[in-house]
């Protein structure tokens, strides 16, 4: 500022400092929200936390099995909170070959004596294996519902596509069940 | 406008400030509002300080003692919420009033009203704050991070907390929108920004990283809010979303937010070691760049605080090293100060004491930032008490010491009296022997394996927990020497006139007016100089 610039100037100059920062300080609210979607947009661009692509339905996949390799499929399971669930795979693990279309079956049961929906949310590592999952048939597509007592068959049928980067031997499926009654209730409301 | 502007000058030549309490709540003059703000700041810290020592009693002994497990994760949760958003920030925020229009010879603060209104929101978000700690359920325990899921099972208090930190991150947004228009359009002629004191810089950079910073973190906690009560699901995976998302957006604020804590202290240390060792500052435009790129690389370096959530190697290296070569621009500054002692006439009041024990203290607390900066080795430290040591160094004996030496290097300033040097100089040495008694033996237990937030350990650790007990409790209590000796300088006989340079070393326009200084100064900017002074005194740029 040089002496040269009267009050009415400097009025000027502050009220626009002013509006400069508080569209900053908007635009940064905004920013934080922003980063949801560009976190999940680099999730899928890097399959970080095993979430990406690989973890949606595929409609048909051409099956070119892979005869000469030979990885290993890990399953896991977890019950979110500790819940009265039992939740666990028919096989703890299984050898596959890329490109050949595998099915494994999971039981859930509900040990409480109400109804209760439940989620499964999926889990690929490593991270880099993840858009290489390609799952056709799949509980964790879809709230589960369930009666009381209730116990449950649930198939996956999954291929790890021949593109499988050739360091990867282990490949691990985790499941988290979820208790998503409430959140099921709510959207089962118009527009909720 | 000019001449309302001219007017209004005039008449306040004639009336100081109103009478009684009123004075204090109407007030929108930036001396009362800093008084203020460092007021409440110190009796947060004095709040703060008492949840510390309830966490710290706990832990004398291995086993529960003292209070259940729930209540001693909310003492965690809370000293952190109050000392960080009630103490450190405010007590910068108030130095910044008083100091900022002083020493760039404004008036006043450019919107002295909000200044008001960013002041008052401060003591109604504490009060719903603290009023969670008589809620059924308690107060928020879940960590002042608000990790989801764990904070979204926070009882009544939820909204509260929630809502509290709004109204704080509102307070710091103005005070600092209020800071960066007064730097950028009200500096007295000759004032040029590479003449601005140090503390002026700093706080200029601080306050752009709280403006682009404090709104991410309200957008955060609204994400919170709307997750727990709408049914969103930002942060619910069950629903789709992804709880590390949270902590991205959480240390994207969070990150910066601890250099808003320290840049202020850097400022305050950079005028107080030229004062003192009688020399110009060693290497003015380097510390100016120095706080610049430390504001710039406070925000790519958030998810070091995250090295064990799962990242891709990629970016656990990325962190890594931008975190490493945030140790570049601060080894200047410390440089700087120390070059700026070289050979320097120096003596020892007490606010050079609490300066070099700031210096010597905060590049410890530096050290053991850089070990956690490895990510290989965080994965050791992660969550133990060698974090808790770390952040201790830099916020204790760094900004907390900072404020202390602020405290008493401007206090003859702002009263006019002097305060008692033999017992700030008791006061230092007090709080320098206990603040390492305290915190120094948890760098032990940290490496050990002792995990922080838990009221309970290991008969092994016991040693050197009751070590750090009985230095908390010490520290707490030296501190009275510092209450007594601020009370009397405030409300003290006033034996002798200080002089207007307090300081024979001091250099800057606050030591060219009045102590004290008059509720008014630089109505009419004064014409400074090359050497950051008025070119003759009492010289204003009208009368040039």
């Keep these: 500022m040089s002496a040269a610039i009267g009050p009415a100037e400097t009025g000027r100059r502050k009220r626009r400092s002013v509006w400069e920062l508080a569209l900053l300080t908007v635009a940064m609210f905004g920013f934080g929200f922003a980063m949801v979607p560009l976190y999940n947009a680099l999730c899928e661009l890097t399959g970080l936390n095993g979430r990406d692509k690989g973890m949606q339905i595929v409609a048909s996949v051409q099956e070119q099995p892979d005869l000469s390799r030979e990885v290993t499929v890990q399953f896991l399971t977890v019950v979110n909170g500790g819940r009265e669930w039992l939740f666990k795979p028919a096989v703890s693990e299984m050898k596959v070959h890329p490109g050949q279309l595998y099915t494994v079956s999971f039981t859930a049961e509900n040990q409480l004596d109400q109804d209760v929906v439940g989620q499964a949310v999926p889990a690929v590592t490593p991270g880099k294996a993840a858009k290489h999952l390609k799952k056709t048939e799949c509980f964790c597509f879809n709230q589960q519902p369930f009666k009381a007592r209730e116990a449950k068959n649930m198939p996956v049928r999954f291929m790890l596509d021949p593109e499988l980067p050739a360091d990867v031997h282990t490949v691990t499926l985790s499941y988290t069940f979820f208790d998503v009654t409430e959140l099921a209730q709510r959207s089962a409301k118009p527009n909720g | ?544």
């Design chain 2, 1 to 544: 406008m000019a001449h309302a502007h001219a007017h209004e000058g005039h008449d306040h030549d004639h009336h100081g400030p109103d009478k009684g309490i009123m004075r204090w709540i109407k007030t929108t003059n930036h001396k009362d509002l800093g008084t203020l703000y460092l007021c409440f700041a110190f009796i947060m810290f004095f709040i703060g300080g008492l949840m510390s020592l309830v966490i710290r009693a706990e832990l004398f002994q291995p086993g529960l003692q003292f209070v259940d497990p729930e209540f001693f994760n909310s003492m965690t949760t809370m000293h952190a919420l109050v000392m960080i958003f009630g103490g450190v920030m405010p007590a910068f925020t108030g130095l910044a009033n008083w100091m900022v229009p002083m020493m760039i010879g404004a008036g006043d603060l450019a919107l002295p009203r909000v200044n008001n209104w960013g002041f008052w929101i401060l003591p109604f978000g504490f009060a719903m704050l603290l009023s969670t700690l008589f809620m059924p359920g308690g107060a928020p325990a879940g960590g002042w991070t608000m990790y989801p899921p764990l904070v979204l099972q926070t009882g009544n208090a939820f909204p509260m907390l929630i809502f509290a930190v709004h109204l704080l991150g509102i307070s710091s947004i103005t005070g600092a929108i209020n800071v960066v228009v007064t730097i950028l359009n009200m500096r007295a002629p000759g004032m040029t920004l590479l003449k601005m004191p140090l503390f002026v810089w700093t706080w200029l950079i601080t306050a752009y990283l709280l403006i682009a910073t404090m709104p991410v973190l309200a957008g955060a906690v609204t994400m919170l809010l709307t997750d727990k009560y709408f049914g969103t699901s930002f942060f619910t995976a069950s629903g789709g979303g992804d709880p590390v998302l949270f902590q991205h957006i959480f240390w994207f604020f969070g990150h910066p937010e601890v250099y808003i804590l320290i840049l202020p202290a850097f400022g305050i240390v950079s005028t107080i070691i030229p004062t003192f060792a009688r020399k110009p500052l060693f290497g003015y435009a380097s510390m100016v760049y120095a706080t610049a790129s430390i504001g710039f690389l406070s925000f790519i370096v958030w998810a070091h605080h995250m090295f064990t959530v799962g990242m891709p190697l990629a970016a656990e290296l990325f962190f890594m090293f931008s975190t490493m070569l945030i140790a570049v621009p601060t080894g200047v500054k410390v440089f700087n100060w120390v070059a700026t002692m070289w050979r320097g006439s120096m003596t020892f009041e007490t606010p050079m004491l609490f300066a070099l024990g700031f210096v010597f203290l905060f590049t410890l607390g530096g050290f053991s930032g850089l070990m956690l900066a490895v990510t290989p080795v965080d994965f050791q430290y992660h969550d133990t008490y060698f974090v808790v040591a770390h952040f201790h160094y830099v916020l204790v004996p760094g900004a907390v010491f900072s404020i202390i030496a602020a405290i008493y290097y401007w206090i003859p300033k702002w009263t006019g009296r002097m305060y008692n040097e033999k017992l700030g100089k008791l006061h230092f040495w007090l709080s320098a022997i206990f603040i390492n008694l305290t915190f120094f033996p948890q760098h032990f237990l940290g490496l050990a394996g002792m995990q922080r937030r838990v009221p309970d350990y290991n008969v092994m650790f016991t040693d050197f927990n009751v070590v750090s007990s009985i230095g908390a409790f010490a520290f707490f209590i030296s501190q009275f020497i510092f209450i007594g000796n601020m009370l009397s300088c405030m409300f003290g006989k006033r034996d002798g006139k200080v002089p207007e340079r307090v300081w024979e070393g001091a250099h800057g326009l606050e030591w060219t007016v009045a102590s004290p200084a008059p509720y008014h100064t630089f109505e009419d900017p004064p014409l400074v100089g090359d050497n950051g002074e008025p070119v003759a005194a009492g010289q204003t740029a009208k009368a040039h």
